[in-house]
């Protein structure tokens, strides 16, 4: 059954295989939120210091007809801001969250082009019926 104990799961396979090299400077939690039409995953952290830094993925990914490498490549997608200094308590290293294909080179360097590919290939291939 998919819920948030299995998100939690999965991001937690996903940070130590992939993302380990960095410590968390704040809480990172994850939950599935509401079920969206576009938008496949967030991140945000309130403006209090110290306060927990929050990864949402899209509630349809409940589903478990949604294969789990969609999952899985938005919440490294999602990582990649938070080690960015996006919505977290980290430096910020970059003005923009996505300019310059920063979160495609971060994603490439950490060894997961693949899984990004096959995740926008699903997508962009079945998001729309399923939706």
């Known amino acids: 059954m998919r819920n948030n ?3 939690k799961n999965i991001a937690q396979e996903i940070w130590f295989k992939y993302f380990h090299d960095i410590s968390p400077v704040n809480d990172l939690r994850v939950k ?8 496949l995953g967030c991140i945000r952290q309130s403006r209090k210091k110290g306060s ?8 349809h990914f ?4 949604v ?8 919440l490294a997608h999602e990582f990649v801001h938070y080690l960015s ?6 430096p910020r290293l970059f003005r923009y969250p996505h300019r310059g294909g920063i979160i495609e080179m971060e ?3 950490r ?12 997508i962009d291939k079945n998001w729309k019926n399923f939706i």
Not at 85 to 90: A, N
Request: proline share 6%; charged share 30%; glycine share 8%.
């Open 52 to 59: 927990p830094s929050i990864v949402t993925l899209n509630g």
């Open 32 to 39: 599935f939120g509401k079920r969206a039409k576009w938008q």
């Open 111 to 122: 060894g997961l082009s693949e899984i990004e590919k096959k995740q926008r290939k699903w």
């Open 62 to 65: 409940k589903n478990p007809t």
């Open 107 to 109: 994603m490439k360097k």
């Open 5 to 7: 104990v299995w998100l």
């Open 85 to 90: 200094g996006f919505s977290s308590s980290r």
């Open 67 to 74: 294969p789990e490498f969609v999952a899985k490549s938005i």
